[in-house]
């Protein structure tokens, strides 16, 4: 069993930054697919960003709605999935939820099915 903790949401300009951080219980978080999702009041839970596991390289994949302007990055020292966001607009303003899924294959990463454990949220609001 895996319990993600999701912090760093909070409310920011257009343009701005904000880093979102995850902390995983368990000691096999290298191991994990782990990345994000998020879900606005218009649609429905999205794909945003998710970093392979060891097995995986741990090579990072994007939605292309955030290519350029999100990045993220894991450290499994401290069990921890970061997603950095910069550029923020308004139509980012969304619940982002972390993930972290075992087995996750290549052609399934941007399913949310594909992903046995979520965080309660963070809520991201991009607001002038």
């Known amino acids: 069993q895996v319990q993600l903790v999701e912090s760093g949401g909070g409310l920011v300009q257009p343009g701005g930054s904000l880093r979102l951080s995850c902390v995983a219980s368990g000691s096999t978080f290298s191991r994990y697919t782990v990345g994000w999702f998020r879900q606005s009041l218009r649609e429905e839970r999205s794909f945003v960003a998710t970093?392979?596991?060891?097995?995986?390289?741990?090579?990072?994949y994007y939605a292309d709605s955030v290519k350029g302007r999100f990045t993220i990055s894991r450290d499994n020292a401290k069990n921890t999935v970061y997603l950095q966001m910069n550029s923020l607009q308004p139509e980012d303003t969304a619940v982002y939820y972390c993930?972290?899924?075992?087995?996750?294959?290549?052609?399934?990463?941007?399913?949310?099915?594909?992903?046995?454990?979520w965080g309660q949220g963070t809520q991201v609001t991009v607001s002038s």
């Open positions: 993930v972290a899924g075992s087995g996750v294959i290549l052609s399934n990463i941007r399913n949310r099915a594909a992903y046995d454990y």
């Open positions: 970093i392979r596991g060891s097995g995986g390289g741990g090579r990072p």
